[in-house]
């Protein structure tokens, strides 16, 4: 089994606290570059309706203002003059609202391409596996997922911003030209403005609160909807207790909701009494200044109008700024991401390029490694050395730091102490894409690729799809459209390519089992597609780590666990062969994990783990005789398991 890692994810309120991981300005920027990038046009298109459209609806109250001076005052001319342009407002504010709407569509699900381009791009081009294993960053990358809708909504709420901003601009000196005091009304809403920043905070807190029973009550979900678990639980009869902790989950969540829904309720409440008192204010001032002669009847309609609208900007701002903060709070999740992904990047320090062979092989110097936020050293002072050619068993019981090593050798890790050396070079100076392209591996914890036989074999060397692979991204960033990239449902895969691999790792049998050969589709919820057993998605996985025939180093982790002992020692005898080919082309190392010691004796060198560190090595010969070593005690306990 793998070596166990942190996997619980706590929410970030201890380290980050409830407010957006990265700033929302900084986030807002990179938003608005988005629809830059994604569709110029309908992004001028956009701003610019939406100014049009704010002028318009601040404009009616003027005209209305007009229209009433002219019936008071008998002027027929400035009458009929408010009259059709307050007819032509009517009709423009529809046109712009319906225009507007469509642009904003058109332009958001052309960014919203680009997003989540961009956004499975930071995620997979992360060197390491930091993001999935540091809680920090895994719960913003899960509160991200949850978020998708208010990230896609980042763009339109901007927009929206701006119109409400524009608005207000013109409705305040609409105000001044009746009375400087008037300038006062708008006063009255700042502390709806300011709490709705408060009333933001809650929903935040809301969120990471409920982020834990949240992915809590998905799992549950999963498991009792989805056949993984549907033996077990038919079993032990384990769906009552399923759904007593679906529903606890979901209890907790609610209680937390609305704790928080009340609290913000009732700020917003008080808010909004504040606004009223000026609301009011603002009338009676204007009718008293009309009664004494001071303002127009059109003044106090104005002055009407525009409370109204105010009221409008100033109950809606208090939304929209909340709407704005949630969108942005998610986008700057994204920032987070990126400038994670940007720092792991830049710490590599790319000075040497990746041998054609090994000649001396690979050295472990005082390596340790400790996962983030871990209070221990899962490996500690590891001093290895792996020549070139050879064949490498690792061993030692769960928990003993074996995965977590084959990490580290394949660059999904990075030492937090000692160093790896590829023939004398530092690991950490090689580019970690180009020293990838020279190792696969086989791992227990393998995916499933619900593609074809061929394509799910064929991507452990992309050369081997042909035209069906383009590596570059398949977006072009300025008009964020599909250019066609991609992998093209096996029309490239190479068969005899992938027939070679699945023989390699002795899966070739695999193939007579399937309906449609290396065309079956793979997954049962797929037009046609199939389901298979355990150990047949293992020998997929492992024909894939056999794609690439001269890597410099093959890592087999439990590639077997699936398999009984005896298929799994005829399997390593075919991969004894293929090392023995990877040997003379390229002097490449194999190192596998296995807990089967009637399999590991074949290897070349045995390493023995306990609690992270090397105790032994040596040739099973060597290991098996050692009196009271660690390697013939537990191959003991397993001979006597035969027996």
């Known amino acids: 089994m793998p070596d166990a890692a942190p996997t619980d994810v706590t929410g970030p309120t201890g380290s980050t606290g409830t407010h957006a991981p990265a700033s929302r300005l900084r986030a807002a920027r990179v938003m608005l570059g988005f629809a830059w990038r994604a569709d110029r046009r309908r992004s001028v298109l956009a701003f610019g309706i939406f100014t049009v459209q704010a002028l318009v609806t601040a404009g009616f109250a003027w005209w209305l203002k007009l229209l009433l001076d002219g019936l008071a005052d008998g002027d027929s001319t400035r009458t009929a003059l408010a009259a059709v342009t307050i007819g032509v407002s009517i009709a423009a504010g529809s046109a712009l609202d319906?225009?507007?709407?469509?642009?904003?569509?058109?332009?958001?699900?052309?960014?919203?391409?680009?997003?989540?381009?961009?956004?499975?791009?930071?995620?997979?081009?992360?060197?390491?596996?930091?993001?999935?294993?540091?809680?920090?960053?895994?719960?913003?990358?899960?509160?991200?997922?949850?978020?998708?809708?208010?990230?896609?909504?980042?763009?339109?709420?901007?927009?929206?911003?701006?119109?409400?901003?524009?608005?207000?601009?013109?409705?305040?000196?609409?105000?001044?030209?009746?009375?400087?005091?008037?300038?006062?009304?708008?006063?009255?809403?700042?502390?709806?403005?300011?709490?709705?920043?408060?009333?933001?905070?809650?929903?935040?807190?809301?969120?990471?609160?409920?982020?834990?029973?949240?992915?809590?009550?998905?799992?549950?979900?999963?498991?009792?909807?989805?056949?993984?678990?549907?033996?077990?639980?038919?079993?032990?009869?384990?769906?009552?207790?399923?759904?007593?902790?679906?529903?606890?989950?979901?209890?907790?969540?609610?209680?937390?909701?609305?704790?928080?829904?009340?609290?913000?309720?009732s700020i917003g409440f008080a808010a909004r009494l504040v606004f009223l008192v000026g609301y009011f204010g603002a009338i009676v001032f204007v009718v008293n200044e009309a009664v004494r002669g001071r303002a127009s009847v059109g003044d106090v309609l104005l002055t009407a109008v525009l409370a109204g609208q105010v009221l409008g900007i100033v109950d809606g701002s208090g939304e929209i700024v909340l709407w704005v903060l949630r969108t942005l709070t998610a986008a700057s999740r994204f920032v987070y991401l990126e400038d994670v992904a940007t720092r792991a990047r830049q710490r590599v320090d790319v000075s040497a390029g990746v041998p054609e062979r090994l000649h001396t092989g690979i050295v472990l110097d005082s390596v340790s490694y400790r996962y983030p936020l871990g209070s221990r050293d899962v490996l500690q002072q590891v001093s290895l050395r792996l020549p070139a050619g050879s064949t490498v068993a690792i061993v030692g019981d769960n928990g003993a730091g074996k995965t977590t090593l084959v990490k580290l050798l394949a660059g999904l890790y990075v030492p937090t102490g000692g160093r790896i050396t590829v023939d004398g070079t530092d690991l950490a100076t090689l580019d970690p894409d180009r020293w990838r392209e020279r190792v696969s591996a086989a791992f227990q914890d393998h995916a499933r690729w619900e593609f074809s036989v061929g394509e799910a074999v064929g991507i452990g060397d992309l050369s081997a799809l042909g035209a069906g692979v383009d590596d570059r991204a398949g977006v072009d960033d300025r008009a964020g459209v599909d250019d066609g990239a991609g992998v093209d449902d096996g029309a490239g895969v190479d068969d005899g390519a992938v027939t070679g691999a699945l023989e390699r790792a002795g899966a070739d049998d695999l193939l007579d089992s399937l309906p449609a050969g290396l065309r079956t589709q793979l997954g049962p919820t797929w037009p046609d597609g199939i389901d298979l057993s355990g150990g047949q998605w293992q020998k997929l996985a492992i024909g894939r780590a056999m794609m690439r025939t001269s890597p410099l180093l093959l890592l087999l982790d439990e590639p077997t666990a699936a398999l009984d002992a005896e298929t799994e020692h005829r399997l390593f005898e075919r991969w004894t062969a293929a090392a023995g080919a990877v040997r003379r082309s390229t002097g490449g190392v194999t190192v596998l994990v296995s807990h089967r010691f009637s399999t590991v004796r074949m290897a070349d060198l045995i390493v023995v783990l306990d609690r992270g560190r090397v105790v032994e090595t040596g040739s099973h010969a060597d290991l098996v005789t050692r009196e009271g070593g660690l390697y013939a005690e537990l191959f003991e306990l397993q001979a006597k398991s035969y027996r």
């Open 98 to 265: 319906y225009a507007g709407s469509r642009v904003r569509m058109a332009l958001n699900e052309r960014a919203q391409h680009l997003i989540e381009r961009r956004l499975a791009e930071t995620v997979g081009h992360v060197p390491t596996l930091e993001i999935h294993e540091t809680p920090e960053h895994l719960t913003q990358l899960e509160l991200l997922s949850n978020e998708e809708w208010e990230f896609g909504d980042a763009i339109p709420s901007l927009v929206q911003l701006t119109n409400v901003m524009i608005q207000a601009a013109a409705s305040v000196a609409l105000l001044l030209s009746v009375h400087p005091l008037l300038l006062a009304l708008p006063l009255f809403g700042v502390p709806m403005l300011v709490l709705s920043r408060r009333t933001n905070g809650l929903f935040n807190l809301g969120i990471e609160l409920s982020a834990a029973p949240g992915r809590r009550a998905g799992d549950l979900w999963d498991l009792a909807t989805t056949a993984g678990a549907a033996k077990e639980i038919r079993l032990f009869r384990l769906a009552p207790e399923i759904l007593r902790r679906f529903h606890a989950a979901h209890r907790e969540i609610r209680r937390t909701n609305v704790r928080l829904q009340l609290h913000g309720s």
